[in-house]
């Protein structure tokens, strides 16, 4: 026997040291390939000379070489002209203006992650202002899927940038929620958390869940912890107060621009209190239950979120008055509930504001335009650069 | 685990011990034979050795059913136990629609409890086997477990149905994408003896 675990073991050295090249796994390839048609809604969306540029993702190529292929995307976000992505272990930045992508920093994100990151659908981009600390212009959330059917892989990954406007760290964690799957095809976000102190934290859903059929879009979660860069937990906590299995749902969570944490549970929302584990509502109620919170984006001070699928409606919170009005509108002519997120475009020619959301269809991939002043939905194409 | 193995191995003596009392021996020493093998195999499970567990059959390995033949040679070393070399070829369907191809070259040891007109062939086999999937290709390691029935319609001529489990692992010495495929192949066969 001795003999035969010591053979299976130059064996298996062996194998390992043909395998010696890091960045290329024959599984990984297997089970993140995805189809053609998937792979060709990949796009990016970005801003430039006032116009929305939207743009096909089909490769990069770097001296000769296909470096990113776009079967490998990860997630990308935006600033200014430039669209970041992060895929195959490597950071590349396109300018939205120009043809030629070119490289910003080449890194082995597994290594430094300890996972791998292989979204196969880019799922939520969000931006949130850090000025209060002077080394981080700026921190993205990219929320990814893996995975297929019921077994879909969350994987969650935020990127802060430095002064420099390089990226100095990436967080990302693994989730894996086979439960959690939407029917449908519609994929949601899991409610994460960027924490004041630019600590990236995440609530791990429960192994069960109840109401399936009435609540589709629930997830029964124990507590939410935002650790600090110790580790040390700042804020934590649990939604039944005693943290045991918890009895009742948590609806969504999202960073204010004054870099508070809201959460939306049971009908309202709610500051947490970074001194204490209690809650401060500062919202006020909401008889109907929001089932999930979409990504949030803000624009003049005020914070626009899109609610559960089937209300129809977005609602708006407005920090310039103290954070303590809610404002819930009806959309009623958004009968799509696969949105995926809010995207901020700006000020459309009449000077009215719009925010745009972008959502994947079955089979497809489109956006709206929302005028927050009216609340009427726009259908017109925008501007696309394929 | 030696305890477990040896379990295992009581089990299966256990289990076939009926045909080998029963048996006639057929093979001598020398005896040989040539198989090929042909069929389906249906991915089983995908193993990740970072944490990320083992996710099954289609939704989890994401990939669908694929195809498998072999050829496979062996030689008695005594009535009931031969040894030999087995090739082959597989492929299976990632969710892209790509193919996933092996090529195994596998060493073959094989049992056969009941034998005759009815045969009843076991088989182990270790090996390597080059995975490819698009413009990426690696040796790696295989290992099979092979059960069959096989029905000789003239003293030479057989045709049996075979399954079991098959081994495909992916190791990398410190990367986190080390991970591990399995398969049921399910194939049919058609056999010469010598």
């Known amino acids: 026997m001795k003999k035969i675990t010591l053979l299976l073991l130059v064996f298996i050295a062996l194998f390992s040291a043909c395998n010696s090249d890091q960045n290329i796994s024959i599984f990984e390839d297997v089970m993140t390939d995805v189809p053609q048609d998937e792979a060709n809604n990949r796009r990016v969306m970005g801003r430039y000379n006032d116009q929305l540029v939207i743009t096909n993702i089909q490769g990069i190529s770097i001296d000769g070489e296909t470096k990113y292929q776009k079967n490998h995307i990860e997630g990308y976000f935006v600033i200014g002209n430039n669209a970041y992505f992060i895929g195959d272990n490597t950071y590349y930045s396109i300018d939205l203006s120009s043809v030629e992508p070119t490289p910003v920093k080449v890194d082995d994100i597994a290594q430094e992650l300890g996972i791998g990151i292989d979204f196969d659908r880019i799922y939520d981009i969000r931006y949130f202002e850090k000025s209060e600390d002077e080394n981080v212009i700026g921190s993205y959330s990219v929320l990814g899927v893996s995975g297929e059917g019921l077994d879909r892989r969350y994987v969650a990954a935020a990127v802060y940038l430095g002064g420099n406007g390089n990226i100095d760290h990436v967080y990302a964690q693994s989730i894996p929620v086979n439960q959690y799957v939407i029917r449908g095809g519609i994929y949601l976000a899991v409610p994460r958390i960027i924490g004041p102190d630019g600590a990236y934290s995440y609530y791990e859903p429960s192994t069960d869940r109840t109401d399936e059929d009435d609540y589709p879009f629930y997830y029964k979660t124990n507590d939410i912890r935002i650790p600090t860069s110790s580790g040390t937990d700042v804020i934590r906590f649990t939604v039944n107060g005693s943290g045991k299995a918890v009895e009742t749902y948590f609806d969504g969570v999202a960073v204010g621009v004054d870099g508070s944490i809201y959460k939306y549970y049971n009908g309202s929302f709610s500051r947490l209190n970074e001194s204490s584990s209690t809650n401060t509502n500062i919202g006020e109620s909401y008889s109907e239950s929001i089932q999930m919170m979409f990504p949030m984006t803000k624009y003049d001070g005020v914070i626009y979120g899109l609610n559960q699928y089937s209300t129809r409606r977005y609602f708006s919170y407005d920090t310039a008055s103290g954070g303590n009005e809610i404002s819930i509108h009806s959309i009623s002519s958004y009968s799509h509930y696969d949105c995926l997120g809010l995207y901020y475009y700006g000020k459309s020619g009449s000077g009215e504001n719009e925010i745009t959301w972008f959502y994947f269809p079955t089979g497809g991939h489109s956006m709206r335009y929302l005028n927050v002043n009216t609340g009427s939905v726009q259908y017109n194409k925008p501007t696309i650069n394929d | ?194």
């Open chain 2, 1 to 194: 685990m030696k305890k477990r193995i040896k379990q295992i191995i009581m089990i299966l003596l256990i289990a076939i011990m009926p045909f080998m009392l029963y048996a006639r021996p057929y093979y001598d020493s020398g005896s040989q034979i040539f198989t090929i093998n042909a069929g389906a195999t249906i991915p089983m499970s995908a193993t990740w050795f970072d944490g990320r567990g083992t996710e099954y059959w289609f939704s989890g390995t994401h990939q669908s059913v694929g195809a498998y033949a072999s050829l496979s040679y062996e030689v008695f070393m005594n009535s009931y136990f031969a040894i030999g070399g087995q090739l082959g070829f597989m492929f299976d369907y990632s969710n892209a629609g790509k193919i996933f191809t092996n090529v195994p070259v596998l060493l073959k040891a094989s049992v056969f409890p009941l034998q005759g007109k009815w045969e009843l062939p076991i088989s182990i086999g270790v090996g390597g086997a080059y995975m490819s999937y698009q413009e990426g290709g690696k040796f790696t390691f295989m290992a099979t477990f092979e059960i069959g029935l096989r029905y000789y319609i003239t003293d030479e001529w057989g045709v049996g149905v075979h399954t079991g489990i098959q081994v495909l692992p992916e190791f990398y010495i410190k990367d986190i994408n080390s991970g591990m495929f399995t398969y049921l192949p399910v194939t049919l066969s058609a056999a010469y003896r010598h």
